[in-house]
């Protein structure tokens, strides 16, 4: 076998217009890191290492086909479930919260897991009932999203939470859920807010009220606020040029390398960079609406549309909450923040799109 022959089997599952994409915005998280740490390659190559891992699991998954992506639907939702319990029993606490599991060998965070995992057993479990999809099928879904949401909401963790809800909301909304019951769920939603809100921490209650005047606790609960907004308006058209970003490289910007990543570069950058960002976003996000249109049976759809919708999700969250139009929640902005495992969680998301795009057309010719 030659040289060309190996390479042509090694990318063969790969999407590539989907892998440049996300290789162009690893590329800037790479840079914009190097900039937030003052400078200095430290989180860069830890980053890097991350990115590295990440590829190879995304490479792996996407050579699964589609067979077994959907035998893994159970096993990894059950194994999210009994980590969600050990970290419910046996978690770490930091700062207040307790949602790390020590395993000896090393800490996770089990809730980073169900971010695929939800998704993939509300699809694995759709694509069983298809033929009879009745109500009950989408209660069952919902109880299915519902419990690792409730376990996590209590660690507390709000918005991984609310995230992994959204992750299974696409997959309602995708499998064909009426509009009539979910307009129900939203106005049930609405009539339950005072209950929801009087079961919020103090904290998570400071944190949506600081959305609409930050100022009147500017040193304290709406100091990330004042400053990210300060740093993302300062970029002005063209930005303030690269490492010459005053909010970052005078200690301003808090968490600069993490959940507000997006304020250095839209400093540094300005709104001409963000129009740029927001491009390889869209486009990121794009080709995954192509996989999903182009999906072949039932569950891959559902998966495709909800890895998508999801990423989407994160993208705006992050971008909101950093600009004050969106409470802070602690989303970092995809494949750009610093993390390891969101990273890998993202990167296994498309390593399933790209087994479903590339597997099809194989079943197709």
């Not at 050990?86 to 307790?98: D, N, Q, T, W």
């Not at 970003?245 to 993490?258: I, K, S």
């Not at 998508?308 to 929640?329: D, H, Q």
């Not at 995809?334 to 998301?349: A, K």
């Amino acid at each position: 076998m030659t040289r060309r022959q190996l390479w042509l089997r090694f990318i063969a599952h790969l999407d590539l217009p989907l892998l440049s994409g996300i290789g162009l915005l690893m590329l800037t998280s790479l840079l914009v890191l190097y900039s937030a740490d003052n400078a200095d390659w430290g989180q860069a190559l830890k980053q890097m290492l991350n990115i590295t891992v990440a590829l190879t699991c995304m490479w792996l998954i996407a050579n699964l086909p589609l067979h077994y992506l959907m035998r893994t639907a159970v096993p990894v939702y059950m194994l999210g479930m009994v980590l969600l319990i050990g970290v419910a029993l046996f978690g770490e606490i930091s700062h207040g919260a307790r949602r790390w599991l020590n395993l000896g060998v090393t800490t996770i965070q089990p809730s980073e897991l169900m971010k695929v995992g939800v998704p993939l057993m509300m699809a694995w479990y759709f694509e069983k009932y298809e033929a009879t999809l009745t109500l009950k099928n989408y209660f069952v879904a919902a109880l299915l999203l519902l419990m690792p949401v409730a376990l996590i909401a209590r660690q507390p963790d709000l918005g991984t939470a609310l995230l992994i809800s959204a992750s299974g909301f696409y997959v309602l909304f995708l499998a064909g859920l009426s509009w009539r019951v979910m307009g129900g769920l939203l106005v049930a939603a609405l009539a339950s807010a005072p209950v929801l809100w009087s079961m919020l921490h103090d904290y998570q209650r400071h944190r949506i009220l600081m959305l609409f005047d930050p100022s009147q606790d500017a040193l304290g609960k709406g100091y990330h606020t004042i400053q990210a907004t300060i740093a993302v308006g300062s970029g002005g058209i063209l930005g303030k040029g690269y490492l010459n970003g005053t909010q970052t490289h005078l200690d301003f910007l808090p968490e600069r390398t993490t959940d507000f990543i997006f304020a250095v570069y839209s400093e540094e950058f300005g709104l001409l960079g963000n129009l740029i960002l927001l491009g390889l976003y869209s486009f990121v996000i794009g080709r995954g609406f192509i996989i999903t249109a182009n999906a072949s049976t039932y569950f891959t759809r559902l998966m495709a549309g909800s890895i998508t919708l999801t990423f989407a999700t994160y993208a705006f969250v992050n971008m909101g909450m950093v600009s004050g139009i969106l409470p802070v929640v602690g989303v970092p902005l995809p494949l750009v923040s610093y993390g390891g495992t969101s990273m890998l969680t993202l990167l296994l998301g498309f390593g399933m799109l790209m087994s479903i795009e590339t597997h099809q057309k194989l079943v197709k010719t």
